[in-house]
């Protein structure tokens, strides 16, 4: 591995344990390593909260968000690539939400936005700015995100939702705590998109580059990495196409161990 210039790290149950926490010892050890590579953080979740948790590791100031429609520079405060949503299909969506009384989450580069609550309060605790009308949405959108209790309107929700033009569901399924989800962004969005602008960006190639993930929306970012790592804790099928798989779980400082013992 003496070619890697990048390591991309998906965040949850990769980067961070089972409680979202980040170890001393990761922090440690990316503060040792950062002047020699790019360490990127890779995120299915908001730009706000992968800023969050690169800083706490001291990772590169490039964060990938929102599975890959945003990459940004925290330090300069710069947008560095960007799939945003049109208007037109923001409105769709929301009717549609508003039509079978799923949350409708909007995320952009610094906030997000959240329309009147059919849920209950539990997810509201992480910066969401509540709006009852979509003329409240001033800022470009990058992903939005569905959250029902109501399993049959959620499913006719995402029906009406996939005839939209241009809108690509990622991400979908039922949280431990019944709540379900799906993740929607502008067709063509990917990790592995991302990543291919990272190209451009960092004047690196494939082989420049190994990655860590755990879940299905890390695949097209293995596909775009020259070396791809599996965690212990992650799903089978990205376990079938990885080179190596960590030896330590999420909950173990897998990525850690493997980076000392291999890098």
Same mark, same amino acid.
């Given at each position: ?58 990772? !590169? !100031? ?28 923001? !409105? ?47 800022? !470009? ?123």
């Amino acid at each position: 591995m003496n070619n890697i210039k990048c390591i991309l790290l998906d965040i949850d149950n990769t980067l961070t344990n089972a409680n979202e926490e980040i170890s001393t010892e990761t922090t440690e050890y990316f503060t040792k390593i950062k002047e020699k590579y790019h360490i990127i953080l890779v995120t299915g979740r908001t730009n706000s909260y992968a800023v969050e948790k690169s800083k706490i590791c001291n990772a !590169s !100031s490039i964060v990938v968000s929102d599975n890959g429609a945003i990459i940004y520079n925290y330090e300069t405060d710069k947008v560095l690539y960007s799939n945003f949503f049109k208007k037109e299909t923001i !409105s769709a969506i929301w009717d549609i939400s508003q039509k079978y009384n799923i949350d409708c989450v909007f995320n952009s580069i610094y906030k997000r936005y959240r329309n009147n609550i059919y849920m209950n309060d539990k997810y509201l605790k992480r910066n969401n700015i509540g709006i009852n009308s979509i003329n409240e949405l001033k800022e !470009s959108v990058s992903q939005i995100v569905l959250l029902g209790n109501n399993e049959i309107e959620y499913k006719k929700c995402l029906e009406e939702i996939e005839k939209i033009e241009n809108v690509e569901i990622c991400n979908k399924g039922m949280e431990s705590d019944g709540r379900y989800f799906a993740d929607l962004n502008v067709s063509g969005t990917s990790k592995g998109r991302a990543i291919m602008e990272l190209y451009k960006l960092l004047n690196i190639e494939k082989n420049n580059i190994i990655a860590f993930g755990d879940s299905m929306n890390d695949v097209p970012m293995f596909e775009k990495s020259g070396y791809k790592i599996a965690m212990k804790n992650a799903k089978q099928e990205l376990k079938n196409m990885a080179d190596c798989i960590t030896e330590f779980s999420n909950d173990e400082n897998g990525v850690i161990e493997f980076l000392k013992k291999y890098l």
